[in-house]
Structure formats: structure tokens, C-alpha cells
């Protein structure tokens, strides 16, 4: 019988197509247009763990998109490995700046080009075709469950449900994701934090009709200019945010965490190229990297209100509305968060406009341990892979689930992310290394091998 790595090694080409296959699914879960995309998906993944010896292998309907169960249980007495991924997708706008069509991958000089490709496909899919080379080749040392679901990138709304309702199937000793970024390429590094989400809406209504802005310019406000100011006075100088007790719970590092994260190479010149600005900008007393993982943020996602139509119009519209994300840290409670914007926004409101705030999604920050024997594992198994032991990072982006495993299931996380910041996920272009995918692949075997020897 083969090795795992030779199994790897001659599934090369049938690895990728199969990827590509998958990312030919536009399985968007914000737009319902793509409502039958996604349940397509959903039933090719289940389709493929079946196919790599994953049991007992269900597609489970939930009031929004299926959630893909199954799992390979060799031994009671050998630790359990919770795999969570997710096949849905962010939708792929603005079209016009993709190179290649975005559900029509295409691999040029070792990247995979498609949405999906690693946010959060192509990570994902390494654990299957892992799973498959360690089942094929009789080398699975820990009881296997893999959970995949289809609604993160709208905020996991029907997940805790289902985590909830399905304590003894999920029930295992950790949970591995791969849904994250390394630094580089020859700097791995493993994340050991996300921040929480708070998302909002806002809306600013004036007058009850758009109005001639001559004829009544000046004498009734405008709803777009106050937006702006409102929103203007969200940040002090000094680009904290301005909403009362909105620090309060925050978690400061300590000068040694600081100093321990500040051992991750950054190199500021290089990131400002690479993203097109002249300069940085953010909360005084806080680097860049800080700025972006251990400190909350308050941002617009979006903004719209009047004429945004070729040429000019002269119109003092009625409506403007703005989409307003805040990235949260360890302690900050998202379902607190948003109440205070909801409080405080209403509260700096003028009185000649009426102002709805809209809570969206959120989710909780979360922070995994460096000093457990998965943590070791992880380690152990990165650093025969690149030969160099992976830094701890702290990442800025969201996996509310994470928090979720830990409350529901007691169940502490390694974040096992293969992909890299220049991934462009959520953007044009998004892409996936050929190498990072199998690098992926050849590693996740070495993972469960380590974590079943250390918890002997
Ligand atoms: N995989 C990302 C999160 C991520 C990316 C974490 C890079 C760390 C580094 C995930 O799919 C995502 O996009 N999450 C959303 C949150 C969700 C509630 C919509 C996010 O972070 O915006
Ligand atoms: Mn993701
Ligand atoms: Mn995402």
C-alpha cells in the first residue's frame, strides 16, 4: 500500500480539477438569485466526502443553505478532530474588474484564479482530499467529522442551531479550520485570534420626497450631508472610536504579548505598495499590524443616498443609508456593541432628520491557546512542511463559529489557514496557490499523526 504522501503526490492533477470543478459552482449565499447554486454545492460535497471514505455523510437542510455532515470514526479511544469549512462564496461584484470570470477558474502561474478559491474552497478541500489519502492508504490515527456549511459569509445564522441540536454527533477533543492566512509563503505562521463582528445599517431620511436642491437648498437639510457628518464623528483625532463605552471591555496586551507579536516581519513599505497608498493611517500608539488584529475598528462598508446616475442632477435627495461594520476584540460582547452604536447614533441624531439603525449580524471575537498538545501538533506539522516553525499571529477578520465551538462544545480551535493576505478574498481576482493547496494537503496528515501521538 502507498504512504500518504505518495497517495498526495500521485493525486496531484486529480486534486486540482476536482477544486476546479467546485469552484465552477457560483454558490453565493447573500444573493437568493444563486438560492440553487448553493444547494447544488452543498450535494457535490457531500458527493466528494463520500467519495474520499467519509461515513455516514448527510446534506441537512436548515431555514437557510445545508450544512454537509460526515465523519470517520476508527476508535473510541483515539482523539476526535472536528473539521468545519465553507463552501459558500461571497458574491463576485464588481464583475467588470476580474480578469477571468470569477466562476470560471483558470490556473496561471501557480494560482488558482476563481471566487471561492481560498475563502474558503480551496481550504477546505484540502481536508477532504487529506481525509481520502490517510482512509485509502489505512493511516487515519483520529476519529474524523467534518462539518461544512454554507453560510458563513452571511454571518453562520443557522449554525448555532444546528451545533446546538447536535452536541453528541459533534462531540470531539478540537476543532481544525483552514480559513485563514499565513504571512508568507517562507513565513508560516498560525493565527491564534479573530476579531468579533458588529454590522449595521443605517438610514437618514429628511424631507418625505427628493427635493429641487435650488429651490430648497439651504432650508432643509440634507439627509447625505448629514450622514456624513454623523458618521465623521465616529472617530476622534487621535482615530479612536468616539462612542461612549465602546472600550470599555476591551482586552489590552500586555508589553511582552506586544512584543511577542511584533516578532512577525512586517514590512511597512512594501504593504503600502503592494495596496496602492501613500500612507497609513489609524489609532495613535497602535502599528499597522496591531491596528488591524488586537484593536477594534468602526468602518463604512458602504454608502449611498441621491443621484448616482451619468451627469449631474439637482436633487437634495431625501434618503441616505450607510452599512457600517465594527471589528470587535476579546472581551467586547457584539450584542452590546451594537447596542451602543443603536443608542448613540440615535442619540447624535439632529432633529431635523430621523435616523433608523438596522443591527445585521455579528459574532464574537476569539482567542485560541499556544500551549496545547493540537497547538503543538499544528506546530510540529507546519514546520516539517516549510522547514521553519510557524509564528503566532493574531488575525483581523471574523469566524463567529469559532466562539460558537468554545461556548457550545467546550471546544478549543487551531486555526490551520494555508492561504495568504494577497489572496484577494472578498475582491476581484481572487486567487489560491497551487502550492498553498497542496502544502495544505501534505500537511493536514502530518497534523492528525502528531496530535494522535501527543495525546497518547
Ligand atoms: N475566512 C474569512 C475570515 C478570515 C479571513 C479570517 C482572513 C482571518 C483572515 C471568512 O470567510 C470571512 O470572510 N468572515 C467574515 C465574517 C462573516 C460574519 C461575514 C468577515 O471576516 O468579514
Ligand atoms: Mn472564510
Ligand atoms: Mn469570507
Not at 147 to 162: P, Q, R
Not at 166 to 193: C, E, F, H, K, Y
Not at 384 to 412: M, N, Y
Amino acid at each position: 500500500m502507498a504512504s500518504v504522501d505518495e497517495h498526495i503526490e500521485a493525486g496531484k492533477e486529480r486534486f486540482l480539477s476536482e477544486l476546479l470543478d467546485l469552484l465552477r459552482i457560483p454558490s453565493v449565499s447573500a444573493d437568493p438569485k444563486y438560492k440553487a447554486d448553493v444547494a447544488r454545492c452543498a450535494e457535490a460535497v457531500g458527493q466528494r466526502m463520500r467519495e474520499a471514505g467519509l461515513d455516514n455523510v448527510e446534506v441537512c437542510p436548515t431555514a437557510g443553505h445545508p450544512i454537509v455532515y460526515g465523519e470517520k470514526l476508527v476508535d473510541p479511544a483515539k482523539p476526535t478532530v472536528l473539521v468545519y469549512g465553507h463552501y459558500d462564496v461571497q458574491p463576485p461584484d464588481p464583475l467588470e474588474l476580474w480578469d477571468s470570470p470569477p466562476f470560471d477558474p483558470v490556473v496561471k502561474d501557480g494560482l488558482i484564479y476563481a471566487r471561492g478559491s481560498a475563502d474558503d474552497k480551496g481550504q477546505f478541500y484540502m481536508h477532504v482530499k487529506a481525509v481520502e489519502a490517510m482512509v485509502r492508504t489505512g493511516n487515519l490515527p483520529c476519529n474524523v467529522k467534518m462539518m461544512i456549511e454554507g453560510e458563513e459569509e452571511v454571518g453562520s445564522t443557522n449554525l448555532g442551531a444546528f451545533v446546538r441540536a447536535n452536541r453528541q454527533r459533534l462531540a470531539a477533543d478540537v476543532v481544525l479550520i483552514s480559513d485563514t492566512a499565513m504571512i508568507a509563503n517562507d513565513v508560516p505562521s498560525i493565527n491564534t485570534g479573530l476579531r468579533g463582528l458588529s454590522y449595521l445599517e443605517v438610514e437618514v431620511t429628511g424631507p418625505d420626497r427628493d427635493l429641487h436642491s435650488g429651490v430648497y437648498g439651504g432650508a432643509v437639510a440634507n439627509p447625505v450631508n448629514v450622514l456624513c457628518r454623523l458618521i465623521a464623528s465616529l472617530h476622534d483625532a487621535d482615530g479612536r472610536i468616539a462612542i461612549p463605552g465602546f472600550y470599555a471591555a476591551v482586552r489590552e496586551l500586555s508589553t511582552a504579548e506586544r512584543a511577542a507579536l511584533a516578532e512577525a516581519p512586517f514590512d511597512e513599505a512594501a504593504y503600502m505598495k503592494d495596496l496602492g497608498v501613500k500612507a497609513l493611517a489609524g489609532e495613535k500608539g497602535y502599528t499597522a499590524p496591531e491596528r488591524a488584529s488586537i484593536r477594534p475598528t468602526l468602518d463604512v462598508n458602504g454608502i449611498w443616498g441621491g443621484y448616482i446616475g451619468e451627469g449631474a442632477k439637482t436633487v437634495l435627495p431625501s434618503k441616505a443609508s450607510a452599512k457600517i461594520s465594527m471589528r470587535l476584540v476579546p472581551d467586547q460582547k457584539s450584542d452590546a456593541i451594537t447596542q451602543l452604536f443603536v443608542d448613540h447614533f440615535k442619540k447624535i441624531a439632529p432633529p431635523y432628520v430621523s435616523v433608523k439603525v438596522m443591527p445585521h449580524h455579528g459574532g464574537e471575537a476569539a482567542v485560541t491557546p499556544t500551549d496545547s498538545a493540537a497547538y503543538r501538533a499544528a506546530s510540529k506539522a507546519m514546520g516539517e512542511t516549510f522547514g521553519r516553525k510557524p509564528i503566532p499571529t493574531r488575525g483581523g477578520g471574523s469566524i463567529p463559529i469559532v466562539a460558537l465551538f468554545e461556548k457550545v462544545l467546550g471546544l478549543k480551535t487551531i486555526l490551520f489557514g494555508f492561504g495568504l493576505d494577497s489572496d484577494n478574498i472578498h475582491s476581484p481576482n481572487e486567487h489560491y496557490g497551487v502550492f498553498n493547496y497542496m502544502a495544505g494537503i501534505r500537511t493536514i496528515p502530518k497534523f492528525f499523526r502528531h496530535y494522535a501521538e501527543l495525546c497518547k
